[in-house]
């Protein structure tokens, strides 16, 4: 079955930066797109970035243009998400999930496979 694994989450300072690391099995990456999601307390998890099966058209929200960039290796079966110019604001759950599509979708119904999250929480 299609197995998904972040890791990289972490506790860093307002201004530092982050690298998320998100390794599939089970599924042939490369035919798939790839998102981040977020999740903050008491909130609902929110589209972060998605990127397609190439790795070369991204999307991002408003909230992070300009501070993340997503990735992908499908050599290595890895998507990633540099988070740069942290925010408090941006403590939360990520969460890499895996497309039904080869191409970008900011829908969480769009994907069909979720990790199990890591947390990064950013102090100010």
């Known amino acids: 079955q299609v197995q998904l694994v972040e890791s990289g989450g972490g506790l860093v300072q307002a201004g530092g930066s982050l690298r998320l690391s998100c390794a599939a099995s089970?599924?042939?990456?490369?035919?798939?797109?790839m998102a981040w999601f977020r999740q903050a307390p008491g909130k609902e998890r929110n589209f972060v970035t998605s990127?397609?099966?190439?790795?070369?058209?991204?999307d991002y929200a408003d909230s992070v243009k300009g501070r993340f960039t997503v990735s992908r290796d499908n050599a290595k079966n890895t998507v990633y998400l540099q988070m740069n110019s942290l925010e408090p604001e941006d403590t939360a759950v990520y969460y890499c999930?895996?497309?039904?599509?080869?191409?970008?979708?900011?829908?969480?119904?769009?994907?069909?496979?979720w990790g199990q999250g890591t947390q990064v929480t950013v102090s100010s």
């Open positions: 999930a895996v497309s039904r599509w080869a191409t970008i979708r900011s829908s969480s119904e769009d994907y069909v496979t």
């Open positions: 990127i397609d099966y190439s790795g070369y058209t991204t």
């Open positions: 089970g599924l042939t990456f490369s035919k798939y797109a």
